[in-house]
């Protein structure tokens, strides 16, 4: 199960860049995950109008950490452009933010996602040391799904208990940043969040196909 993270580099006719990039990759992927440097070069009606038809997940990561009314603003804003997923910050806490924003999503049919802990390791120094407030947070809100990093399963592995088994894992981190495929599903994740590895590759398909096949064998091995 991948998300593929459409983060298009500097010198690109961006629209082109992630038009070719969803054409050949929306059959094999479970979703599109897009963030702040496409959503503000390409805008949303121009995003809107490259994924009309899809019907994956198609995340809107603004990592929104805000107060609770321009969270919920936001969230509606990207709802109304075709996103079906938003992901926001659980430090920010859940009065007067979180539980706001969930509210809205709810309203929206958005899914929400929260970030528990992040791949870099700056996240050691400050996140991860809230590690279990920050799931308390998402059970509370019944966050849809959280993001936990691939570069660190031992902490997938610690948030699958705390969040029990119905809440989705999505984890960053495969390829550029160090871990295999298949690592994070293995710890207890359900998708695999993909960018560069695929999307900056020569062949953007065969590079996918090839993720694909080495996660599946990972995780069969690990399933046993
Ligand atoms: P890449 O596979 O190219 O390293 O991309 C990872 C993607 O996941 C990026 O879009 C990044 O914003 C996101 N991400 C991450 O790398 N670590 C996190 O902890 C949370 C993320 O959303």
Redesign the pocket.
């Known amino acids: 199960m991948i998300i593929v993270?459409l983060?298009p580099p500097q010198n690109v006719d961006v629209e082109k860049w992630i038009k070719i990039r969803y054409d050949e990759l929306k059959e094999y992927v479970q979703g599109f995950?897009i963030?702040v440097p496409a959503i503000i070069r390409v805008g949303l009606e121009g995003l809107s109008k490259i994924f009309k038809d899809y019907s994956g997940l198609l995340i809107a990561?603004l990592?929104l950490a805000d107060i609770g009314d321009v969270m919920a603003l936001t969230a509606s804003i990207v709802g109304d452009y075709g996103f079906n997923a938003v992901?926001a910050h659980a430090f920010v806490g859940y009065s007067q933010a979180v539980d706001e924003l969930s509210k809205t999503c709810e309203k929206k049919g958005l899914k929400l996602i929260l970030?528990v802990s992040?791949?870099?390791r700056g996240?050691e120094e400050f996140i991860d040391k809230h590690l279990e407030s920050f799931v308390e947070i998402a059970k509370r809100v019944g966050s849809w799904g959280l993001?936990a990093?691939a570069t660190r399963p031992l902490i997938i592995k610690r948030v699958r208990e705390l969040i029990g088994s119905e809440v989705k894992i999505l984890s960053?981190?495969?390829?550029?940043?160090g871990a295999e495929p298949g690592t994070a599903i293995c710890y207890g994740a359900d998708y695999e969040?993909?960018?560069?590895?695929i999307t900056h590759s020569e062949n953007v398909k065969q590079s996918a196909l090839k993720i694909i096949e080495n996660q599946k064998q990972r995780v069969a091995k690990c399933r046993g």
């Not at 960053?172 to 940043?177: D, E, F, S, T």
């Not at 969040?193 to 590895?197: E, T």
């Open positions: 993270a983060d995950k963030g990561d990592k992901i970030v992040m791949s870099h996240s993001v990093p960053p981190g495969i390829g550029v940043q969040i993909v960018g560069r590895a």
